[in-house]
């Protein structure tokens, strides 16, 4: 009998059967509990390298309508438009802009994270409009400060976890110091929008840092536990900035934030303390530079273009 070709008339034995019958139960208390779902509001320093993975890819890969997170210029005159028929204080105050030079806008998503994604493409964006011979050195002096918070990163979060996203911030600096003025804002923009969900993150971690490991300028405007108050309104992907990440985030990065906010309660002539606020952290290092400049309207950021 050949053993490498069995009889076409031999049938392999059969495999043994069980009745469903024969199973036994799983007593309820030993089933296995089902997989922990990991979505944005989960707070980052509870996740392992796994689930870490998992949220960024899912950030990455989030389908909803990502061409418009930072869109085209706009006249803010458009902007304008939209509260003709709403709010006049508004419209002063955007007519007040106009007359000194604030012609221009960026409008961003709507998703919680206008914000940091503002602030984010504002913070390179202004490295190619230095003088060409200045990019790389300008470009060494932001990254020298974002390098020196990697002590503080790691006090907050355990696992260095923050370098997976921090390594697209500094790919993203790292084509501007190669490239410099060659590199067009509007390219800039392209490649920042294929990562803007970890550069934003990045930022987030960066002011959740500064919160954590120095908390005492912050302590005395939050009524609640330092880390729980980072975990949900700094860490948590839709949570809305207000001043206190704000102003963490403009220390940690030693940045000067010009902010221009739109608010129904003005009455009378518009003045420009009425209108702007600046932040700055007092050894800021971007003081040769003109400072981030956004656009705030009750719940939301856009980015405002300069006279």
């Given at each position: 009998m050949?053993?490498?070709?069995?009889?076409?008339?031999?049938?392999?034995?059969?495999?043994?059967?069980?009745?469903?019958?024969d199973?036994?139960?799983?007593?309820?208390?030993?089933?296995?509990?089902?997989?922990?779902?990991?979505?944005?509001?989960?707070?980052?320093?509870?996740?392992?390298?796994a689930?870490?993975?998992?949220?960024?890819?899912k950030m990455?890969?989030d389908?909803?309508?990502r061409?418009k997170?930072?869109?085209?210029?706009?006249?803010i005159?458009?902007?304008?438009?939209?509260?003709?028929?709403?709010?006049?204080?508004?419209?002063?105050?955007?007519?007040?802009?106009?007359?000194?030079?604030?012609?221009?806008?960026?409008?961003?998503?709507?998703?919680?994270?206008?914000?940091?994604?503002?602030?984010a493409?504002?913070?390179?964006d202004?490295?190619?409009?230095?003088?060409?011979?200045?990019?790389?050195?300008?470009?060494?002096?932001?990254?020298?400060?974002?390098?020196?918070?990697?002590?503080?990163?790691?006090?907050?979060?355990?696992?260095?976890?923050?370098?997976?996203?921090?390594?697209?911030?500094?790919?993203?600096m790292?084509?501007?110091?190669?490239?410099?003025?060659?590199?067009?804002?509007?390219?800039?923009?392209?490649?920042?929008?294929e990562?803007?969900?970890?550069?934003?993150?990045?930022?987030?971690?960066?002011a959740?840092?500064?919160?954590?490991?120095?908390?005492?300028?912050?302590?005395?405007?939050?009524?609640?536990?330092?880390?729980?108050?980072?975990?949900?309104?700094v860490?948590?992907?839709?949570?809305?900035?207000?001043?206190?990440?704000?102003?963490?985030?403009?220390?940690?990065?030693?940045?000067?934030?010009?902010?221009?906010?739109?608010?129904?309660h003005?009455?009378g002539?518009?003045?420009?303390a009425?209108i702007?606020?600046i932040?700055?952290?007092?050894?800021?290092m971007?003081?040769?530079?003109?400072?981030?400049?956004?656009?705030f309207?009750?719940?939301?950021?856009?980015?405002?273009?300069?006279?």
């Open positions: 050949n053993l490498n070709h069995p009889s076409e008339t031999q049938e392999p034995p059969a495999a043994p059967r069980i009745q469903s019958s199973l036994p139960e799983v007593e309820p208390e030993y089933a296995l509990p089902p997989p922990r779902e990991i979505d944005e509001n989960t707070p980052l320093s509870s996740l392992s390298q689930e870490i993975a998992q949220l960024t890819e990455l890969h389908p909803s309508a061409t997170l930072i869109a085209e210029i706009t006249p005159s458009e902007l304008r438009v939209e509260y003709l028929d709403g709010s006049q204080s508004f419209v002063r105050q955007i007519d007040w802009l106009t007359a000194h030079g604030y012609t221009k806008f960026r409008r961003t998503a709507r998703d919680g994270n206008c914000f940091y994604r503002s602030v493409f504002s913070y390179l202004r490295l190619l409009h230095v003088p060409a011979v200045d990019i790389p050195a300008t470009v060494q002096r932001f990254r020298a400060v974002l390098t020196s918070k990697e002590l503080a990163l790691t006090l907050a979060f355990e696992d260095e976890i923050h370098k997976e996203f921090s390594e697209h911030l500094f790919s993203l790292q084509l501007v110091e190669d490239f410099g003025a060659a590199l067009t804002t509007e390219h800039l923009l392209d490649q920042l929008l990562v803007s969900d970890y550069v934003s993150y990045y930022f987030r971690l960066l959740s840092a500064e919160i954590r490991t120095n908390p005492e300028p912050y302590r005395d405007f939050i009524d609640q536990d330092i880390v729980t108050f980072c975990q949900s309104q860490e948590a992907v839709d949570s809305e900035a207000d001043h206190i990440p704000m102003m963490a985030l403009c220390n940690a990065l030693r940045i000067t934030l010009k902010l221009a906010t739109l608010s129904s003005g009455q002539p518009v003045q420009e009425d702007f606020t932040i700055s952290h007092d050894e800021a971007d003081k040769d530079l003109p400072p981030i400049l956004l656009l309207r009750p719940g939301h950021y856009d980015i405002l273009l300069g006279p």
